[in-house]
């Protein structure tokens, strides 16, 4: 029995559409939560009291966290620029009968955008989580 009944009709169509706009919505959203969340335990480990365990882990560290979170910043930045390509790509295929133009500047730099600034975040992510679970294995 085949599973692609309907495939290629308007309503499945439609609902890949749907499917597609409503992930890629949340994949952004989840990108800037987690790169707001790395600049803030950052920015958190920077004022940290002298005395605590985590002015420790940054002096330890700081140089990591700060790529950690310049990566972060570089992923917010990234976010803001896709939407904007997003935006002029749209704007112009407004003015040609709804097609967008895949070649037109905006449209190519706001695919890569997108999937650069997810890999800003895992790269940031990643960086993040293995920095505090070392220091956590080199503590007594």
């Keep these: 029995m085949s599973h692609d009944v309907g495939l290629g009709t308007d309503s499945n169509e439609a609902n890949v559409v749907a499917e ?10 989840t990108c800037r939560f987690i ?7 950052t920015f958190s480990l920077l004022i940290a009291d002298p005395k605590t365990e985590a002015h420790a882990l940054l002096a330890a ?20 620029l896709h939407y904007v390509c997003a935006n002029s790509a749209a704007n112009a295929a407004l003015k040609t009968n709804f ?18 600034k997810q890999i800003m975040v895992i790269v940031s992510a990643l960086i993040f989580v293995v920095v505090i679970a070392l220091f956590g294995l080199t503590q007594p």
């Design 99 to 116: 097609l967008y133009d895949i070649t037109s500047l905006s449209y190519r730099l706001g695919g890569k955008l997108y999937y650069a």
């Design 61 to 80: 560290n700081r140089n990591m966290f700060l790529l950690s979170a310049e990566l972060s910043a570089l992923a917010l930045i990234f976010d803001y």
């Design 20 to 29: 597609r706009d409503f992930s890629s919505a949340r994949i952004s959203d």
């Design 35 to 41: 790169a707001f969340g790395i600049l803030a335990a």
